[in-house]
T-cell receptor
Framework: EAQVTQNPRYLITVTGKKLTVTCSQN?????MSWYRQDPGLGLRQIYY???????DKGDVPEGYKVSRKEKRNFPLILESPSPNQTSLYFC????????????FGPGTRLTVT | QQQVKQSPQSLIVQKGGIPIINCAYE??????FPWYQQFPGKGPALLIA?????SEKKEGRFTISFNKSAKQFSLHIMDSQPGDSATYFC?????????????FGEGTQLTVNP
């Protein structure tokens, strides 16, 4: 089954404790993105990747890091999480970049206390 | 700064009604306008998309209307059903952006009552 998986689905952590949210897709897509969803703000892109070792900042990259060492994986790293990073996070992949259908993962609900 | 403004924030209609969700944009370089549908606990899924060279696109009960001069586009749901209750996001992207850059609107929570 074609899908994007994210782990963990739920995470409660404390300020400053480094964490990684994993994302994996099995569709051989070149393009992958991370979004955060907040009430009243919609989905905002954090980082995106056009291929292995090629990443770029989205609209809200501060406080986040990403890496793309393999085509299928695109982890999101929070080196020192803060309460304003409490949010719902989605990973997405697509075959054709900006005009391609974005396949979203199920989401990761992160709470930083 | 929200480059794509979406309204209303929430919408309640009766079954069979025609909810309309509106989006406005400023960037004239935008040339691709998708709509995504999100059910509770799920990730968004592509519903329908339009390019600015057409004024309307239909897929089943879903229709996008596009007004290039006004820089607005809207989603109409014909004969709405309770199963259409979801959050809807409009989005836009343009040629000057690379990779998979998409700018989303704020979202509209639609409730269709039986």
């Amino acid at each position: 089954e074609a899908q994007v998986t994210q782990n963990p689905r739920y995470l409660i952590t404390v300020t400053g404790k480094k964490l990684t949210v994993t994302c994996s897709q099995n569709m051989n897509h070149e393009y992958m993105s991370w979004y955060r969803q907040d009430p009243g703000l919609g989905l905002r892109q954090i980082y995106y990747s056009m291929n292995v070792e090629v990443t770029d900042k989205g609209d809200v990259p501060e406080g986040y890091k990403v890496s793309r060492k393999e085509k299928r994986n695109f982890p999101l790293i929070l080196e020192s999480p803060s309460p304003n990073q409490t949010s719902l996070y989605f990973c997405a992949s697509s075959l054709r970049g900006r005009t391609g259908k974005q396949y979203f993962g199920p989401g990761t609900r992160l709470t930083v206390t | 700064q929200q480059q794509v403004k979406q309204s209303p924030q929430s919408l309640i209609v009766q079954k069979g009604g025609i909810p309309i969700i509106n989006c406005a944009y400023e960037n004239t370089a935008f040339d691709y306008f998708p709509w995504y549908q999100q059910f509770p606990g799920k990730g968004p899924a592509l519903l329908i998309a339009i390019r600015p060279d057409v004024s309307e696109k239909k897929e089943g009960r879903f229709t996008i209307s596009f007004n290039k001069s006004a820089k607005q586009f809207s989603l109409h749901i014909m004969d709405s059903q309770p199963g259409d209750s979801a959050t809807y996001f409009c989005a836009a992207s343009g040629k000057e952006t690379s990779g998979s850059r998409l700018t989303f609107g704020e979202g509209t929570q639609l409730t269709v009552n039986p």
